[in-house]
């Protein structure tokens, strides 16, 4: 039995305002019903007017997507009833959407996978209810913001893969400039359908809707599996229907059978034209477009033999990736510049800008793939530098950290610690390797971290051997 796996994600684009009026897009923190007008409320007589935009932003995504960019696409209206749809519908592209087919390449566990896409287009968002203990509330904060949808074929073959994909879909999202792409607040959903393929028979599907989390995905789909191979086992029949996920129950919730399904009666809205577009317009929005993730893991792995592992965390956040790029460009060893990227310096950055500049960071990385100063003294360095706001060159500038690397030095430093800790010797002649570890850490504390840690190593090593 194999599974099959095919998802509709909706990306939130970050436009400056929604796909046919001027409101305001960034609803997320803003008070409920505070980014409306008679466009988007849909009250008589507003006409749509779109935003040039976010059809830039979701060409990029086609592009990127290898997707066919049709000449000529159309916006439908897909009618339904919905209290957070005042309108009473949802314009979109429907027989005729914004590009066609396409392909991505993903990582699962660092093995490379692609998947074929059946079309990329364009709608508007609908509002939200938030559900209280006697009710419901409206906000149509969200109404007619832009999304682009992705449709894959059903090529995945585990919730694992369904979920890889998404992750790597996220990091091009981001670095398109396209969406934050953050799926926990709703600018990356997904819906995802699942049968079961015995002997060359494709099953009934089912649908989950509304997954805001890889790991939702992942449970859901599984979920989904699980059900579907014990309804088999017990030799009953799968109905096809759409369900929801409870996240914190971890199951499945029926929502809707096929005999609910709705039909939406589409058709051309007639306030709007044809989006029409031409090969000049398709050739910036080529030229405009940055260097995907792809391509760059790739560079970096030619350039500096960056680990996949690596580019992928570095990439995960696209002012991180440029931060690593800066750092790189200006190192003797951009490979270990990027260990310090990721282990150091992340943890210190919160906010929107890098903790540190990336010339600041060379400069300290510098220093240290040069053995002018230890690791260990950099590493306080750092912190003192992004917790207190001062330059490195000041920071550096007022501490002592030259390296204790003489022969002799590092001798009297060895003998003075094992003098101090007899224990420790003794239990090294016991044949306790550990205490060697123990004794280079007292000496690299007694030296303030500026040992040269190799050398130190290699004598106190001598001196135990010496007896
Ligand atoms: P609908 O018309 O109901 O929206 P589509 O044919 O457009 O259905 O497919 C919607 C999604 O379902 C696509 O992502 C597609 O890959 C997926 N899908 C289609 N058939 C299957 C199947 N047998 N198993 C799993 N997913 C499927
Ligand atoms: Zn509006
Ligand atoms: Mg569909």
């Known amino acids: 039995m194999e599974t099959v796996i095919g998802l509709e994600i909706h990306v939130q684009l970050t436009t400056r305002t929604k ?23 849909g009250l008589p007589g507003a006409l749509p007017v779109l935003n040039r935009c976010a059809v830039e932003l979701a060409l990029r995504i086609a592009l990127a997507l290898d997707a066919e960019v049709q000449p000529q696409s159309l916006f439908e209206r897909k009618n339904y009833f919905y209290p957070d749809l005042p309108k009473g519908y949802q314009i979109t592209h429907h027989a005729h959407p914004l590009a066609l087919g396409g392909r991505f390449t993903f990582a699962v566990d660092g093995e490379l ?4 896409l059946r079309q990329v287009h364009l709608e508007e968002d609908a509002g939200k209810l938030v559900h209280i203990p006697d009710g419901a509330l409206v906000d149509l904060n969200r109404c007619g913001v ?22 790597d879909l996220r990091t091009l ?34 649908e989950i809707k509304n997954l805001n989390s890889f790991r939702a995905v992942e449970r859901a789909l599984a979920a989904a599996a699980a059900l579907h191979r014990d309804l088999l086992a017990r030799g009953e029949e799968i109905h096809q229907v759409t369900f929801g996920w409870d996240d914190q129950e971890e199951r499945l919730v029926l929502q809707r059978t096929k005999e609910e399904a ?3 009666r589409y058709f051309p809205d007639p306030d709007l034209v044809p989006l029409a577009i031409g090969p000049e317009w398709l050739e910036a929005v080529r030229a405009g477009m940055p260097e995907l993730p792809r391509a760059r893991a790739e560079r970096w792995a030619r350039a500096y033999g960056l680990p996949a592992r690596d580019a992928e ?21 951009p490979h270990d510049a990027a260990g310090w990227v990721l282990s150091e310096l992340r943890q210190f950055w919160t906010g929107e800008e890098p903790p540190v500049p990336a010339r600041d960071l ?14 260990a003294s950099a590493k306080a360095v750092l912190e003192e530098a992004a917790t207190s706001g001062k330059p490195i060159a000041e920071v550096l500038a007022g501490r002592d950290l030259s390296q204790i690397k003489g022969e002799q030095d590092l001798r009297r430093l060895a003998e003075e610690v094992l003098a101090a800790h007899p224990q420790a010797v003794a239990d090294f002649g016991a044949g306790k390797v550990q205490a060697l570890g123990f004794l280079v850490g007292q000496a690299m504390r ?9 050398k130190l190593t290699e004598i106190l090593r001598a001196l135990l051997a010496q007896g």
């Open 19 to 41: 796909l046919f009026c001027a409101c305001r897009a960034d609803y997320f923190a803003a008070p409920p019903n505070t980014l409306t007008c008679p466009v988007c409320l």
């Open 113 to 116: 996978h692609t998947v074929r």
């Open 146 to 167: 832009p999304l682009v949808e992705i449709v894959t074929e059903p090529d995945f073959r585990s919730p694992k893969e369904a979920r890889a994909f998404l992750m």
């Open 173 to 206: 999202l981001r670095h398109l400039g396209a969406s934050t792409a953050d799926m926990e607040k709703g600018a990356l959903r997904c819906d995802a359908n699942l049968s079961l393929t015995e002997n060359g028979r494709t099953g009934t599907r089912s």
């Open 262 to 264: 709705h039909d939406y």
């Open 313 to 333: 965390v570095l990439l995960v956040e696209p002012a991180l990736a440029d931060y690593y790029d800066e750092v790189a460009k200006s190192v003797p060893d």
């Open 362 to 375: 060379a400069l300290l990385i510098g220093r240290v793939q040069t053995g002018e100063i230890s690791r």
């Open 446 to 454: 007694k030296a303030g971290g500026r040992a040269d840690a190799k």
